[in-house]
């Protein structure tokens, strides 16, 4: 009978293969996490136990879980290489919503993303795969300027392409919440990588198409 039970868990261990396992394994300790937002309300000068606030440190579990996904998942991984022999042109992706999390002050900042690419040897990917990269990156304590190179980086070496260009614009809270910037500015970084880099006719065309 045990070995039974042993033997149907090996099977189903061996079907879900090595990447469930891992996301299996990323589980969060929510718990922890419920701890700490109660500690911190109480720091804070406030009632953990006030009506109001008492499901506030499960909720917050509950968000961070998800808005936190991407720790342990594989970028590079999503960023399906096709072959389409046709496409020698810049390939660029507007405006991709942004929502991350600066990891200086655990507050969101958000905006949107550009992604430029010009294919070599006909090496292309879904506009969908690009999202998803920039969505797991995003999925977790963050800095603008990693993210954006961190994006570039992983198209150079996926796709290997002639060149490519990310640029991000995003409202940090932590600057317009607290006044030290007006609300709405946005902070812009861009990761330049290639051809874009060394043709300036070519990163001019790309920033024009953006705008
Ligand atoms: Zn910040």
Same mark, same amino acid.
């Given at each position: 009978?045990?070995?039974?039970?042993?033997?149907?868990?090996?099977?189903?261990?061996?079907?879900?293969?090595?990447?469930?396992?891992?996301?299996?394994?990323?589980?969060?300790?929510?718990?922890?996490?419920?701890?700490?937002?109660?500690?911190?309300?109480?720091?804070?000068?406030?009632?953990?136990?006030?009506?109001?606030?008492?499901?506030?440190?499960?909720?917050?579990?509950?968000?961070?879980?998800?808005?936190?996904?991407?720790?342990?998942?594989?970028?590079?991984?999503?960023?399906?290489?096709? !072959?389409?022999?046709?496409?020698? /042109? =810049? %390939?660029?992706? &507007?405006?991709? *919503? @942004?929502?991350?999390?600066?990891?200086?002050?655990?507050?969101?900042?958000?905006?949107?993303?550009?992604?430029?690419?010009?294919?070599?040897?006909?090496?292309?990917?879904?506009?969908?795969?690009?999202?998803?990269?920039?969505?797991?990156?995003?999925?977790?304590?963050?800095?603008?300027?990693? !993210?954006?190179?961190?994006?570039? /980086? =992983? %198209?150079?070496? &996926?796709?290997? *392409? @002639?060149?490519?260009?990310?640029?991000?614009?995003?409202?940090?809270?932590?600057?317009?919440?607290?006044?030290?910037?007006?609300?709405?500015?946005?902070?812009?970084?861009?990761?330049?990588?290639?051809?874009?880099?060394?043709?300036?006719?070519?990163?001019?065309?790309?920033?024009?198409?953006?705008?």
């Amino acid at each position: 009978m045990l070995e039974d039970l042993l033997e149907f868990l090996s099977q189903v261990r061996h079907k879900l293969g090595p990447i469930r396992l891992r996301r299996m394994a990323s589980f969060m300790d929510k718990k922890k996490i419920e701890k700490a937002v109660r500690d911190i309300l109480e720091a804070i000068g406030e009632k953990p136990k006030r009506k109001d606030l008492l499901e506030t440190p499960r909720r917050v579990a509950e968000m961070y879980e998800e808005i936190f996904s991407g720790i342990h998942l594989d970028p590079s991984k999503e960023l399906e290489v096709i !072959l389409d022999q046709k496409h020698n /042109e =810049i %390939i660029l992706l &507007k405006n991709i *919503p @942004l929502y991350s999390v600066c990891e200086h002050h655990l507050v969101p900042f958000m905006g949107r993303a550009h992604i430029a690419y010009i294919p070599k040897g006909g090496r292309v990917t879904g506009l969908s795969k690009l999202a998803r990269v920039v969505d797991i990156l995003a999925k977790r304590p963050q800095v603008q300027e990693r !993210l954006t190179t961190q994006v570039a /980086e =992983i %198209i150079m070496s &996926k796709l290997r *392409p @002639l060149g490519c260009m990310v640029v991000i614009e995003a409202e940090h809270l932590c600057m317009s919440m607290r006044g030290i910037r007006k609300p709405g500015t946005s902070t812009v970084t861009s990761a330049v990588r290639g051809i874009f880099k060394e043709n300036e006719k070519t990163r001019a065309e790309t920033l024009a198409l953006i705008k």
